[in-house]
């Protein structure tokens, strides 16, 4: 049988009601986060889970994150290692698109992430802010958004960027990597996507807050609006962006850089599994087509944990997968 994906509205409250509600569900998320490490998982659970909490919980404080309070008491009620360091893992490969179409762009995304049970986990937690309504496409212990949709306003998701090429080959780069991070002063990708929802009142608000907003490490947005032609592609480093705004096609992303910054320094490795592949394919669909039809190889794989649908007109379809099949029911708002 399929899974339902909940829906839980948590107004006027923070993320920690929603691990109150699915607390159950949150633990066992991050209990099998360190059972994707095969025969080192008890190492992992052991030593490097408390190892990564720690170091997580001193950068959110060193750069004065503002949703460390609520990860503290995250932390404390899921009652086991990992939650600090999940809550700011960007380690994962995702497609998106915005297409154009007469009600309102539609945006399309599926994520990739090799950790199990996230596909029959997921839940929308129907959130708010200061600028208003959005729906938070999530999990319970996340407080961050990586992908939601806005009623009125826009729908946004986050893709991983590629890797910095930094001289040292694979291991050196992503090490290295690392160790810029742990330098960086800005917000976490998915702590500025969630600061945009909760803070500006359209398209272009949120245009210009994803570009210009300091960030900890790179990132791509995509971001749909509610007028024709509102549609781009955000590529971004720490302080600087690229965007590729929809003019007459679709404009789609993966997880390598096509804009400007591709060319920077010593350039960039594209994240797995085939990102070139998955933008092509992205670029070959239309608009129409029945619900999830058009999700299907090379943009689904083996790492696909959830597939999505939103525009700002008020639509919202989401499905769980597990690679290529899915594992819920297709939720659908307004239901």
């Keep these: 049988m399929l899974a339902k994906i909940p829906y839980v509205d948590i ?7 929603l691990l109150f509600l699915q607390r159950s569900r949150a633990r066992a998320l991050v209990e099998a986060a360190a059972s994707t490490f095969g025969g080192w998982s008890r190492v992992v659970s052991r030593y490097a889970l408390p190892l990564g909490d720690r170091a997580s919980r001193r950068w ?22 990992g939650a600090f360091t ?21 945006l399309r995304r599926v994520l990739d992430w090799p ?32 992908q939601a949709m806005a009623p009125g306003r826009f729908a946004a998701a986050l893709n991983q960027a590629p890797m910095r090429k930094r001289g040292g080959g694979l291991p050196g780069d992503w090490f290295l990597g690392r160790l810029a991070a742990g330098r960086a002063t800005g917000l976490p990708a998915s702590h500025l996507l969630r600061k945009t929802f909760e803070t500006a009142p359209d ?19 995509t971001l749909s609006g509610r007028l024709p032609h509102e549609g781009c592609v955000i590529e971004r480093t720490e302080e600087g962006y690229g965007v590729q705004d929809m003019e007459n096609a679709p404009v789609c992303a993966a997880n390598h850089f096509e804009t400007h910054l591709n060319t920077l ?3 960039w490795r594209a994240r797995p599994i085939d990102s070139e592949g998955r933008i092509a394919q992205a670029r070959m669909m239309g608009a129409g087509g029945q619900g999830f039809s058009w999700f299907v190889p090379p943009i689904a794989n ?13 639509l919202l379809a989401v499905i769980g997968t597990y690679g290529v099949k899915p594992v819920t029911e297709p939720f659908e708002w307004p239901g």
């Design 203 to 221: 398209y272009a608000a949120a245009r210009r807050l994803l570009c210009e907003a300091p960030l900890a490490t790179p990132a791509i947005f």
């Design 302 to 314: 083996v790492n696909s944990r959830l597939a999505m649908m939103a525009d700002a007109a008020g």
């Design 11 to 17: 107004r006027g409250y923070t993320p920690l009601e």
């Design 60 to 81: 959110l404080k060193r750069t004065a994150n503002p949703y460390l309070h609520e990860i503290d008491l995250i932390a404390e009620h899921v009652g086991v290692c």
């Design 115 to 146: 950790f199990p049970l996230l596909g029959e986990s997921v839940v929308v937690a129907h959130q708010s802010g200061p600028a208003g309504d959005y729906l938070n496409v999530t999990w319970p212990g996340f407080c961050g958004v990586l």
């Design 265 to 267: 320094r010593h350039g």
């Design 86 to 106: 999940l809550n700011i893992c960007f380690e994962w490969g995702c497609t998106t698109g915005v297409w154009e179409r007469p009600a309102a762009p539609l």
